[in-house]
């Protein structure tokens, strides 16, 4: 059987009564959403890259870094996500995907958020780089140190 998209089950979703949500799940809710951690992993192997090289390109403290790639690091802060994902030279879908399972994403209209899709769309993935863009506007650098969580 195939599974269905996200809009079909939206769709089967309107229809669904409380007494019902145990019926659905079991048969329409049938993947489970991968971890940040195996979510980075699948695409640090797909794109060929090494993981020690993407800390280093990320500005995270290593330990940080891989206890978040280890799965070691359940809730990692949004920003060293965002870090993590110019280090690994994610698209903007790429990266909203991997902020979308720590259960946030960039907003286009928060000032902050637009400035780094705007990063993502130019292909700027120095996390240097990318915190001078924001200090020009005014708004909060990506936190990347281990001394804020």
Partial sequence: MDSKNTEEINEIIKTVRTKEISDFLQKE???RLPSISEFFSDYIQKHNLVAAQVIKVSGLSPDYAYAILNGNRKN???DRIIALCLAMRMNLDEA???LKLCKTFLY???KRDAVIIVCFNQR???VNEVNLILSDFGLKELEVSKLQN
């Fill in 29 to 31: 809710i049938t993947e």
């Fill in 96 to 98: 909203q995907q991997a």
């Fill in 108 to 110: 286009a209209k928060d």
């Fill in 124 to 126: 700027i993935f120095d």
């Fill in 76 to 78: 990692p802060a949004r």
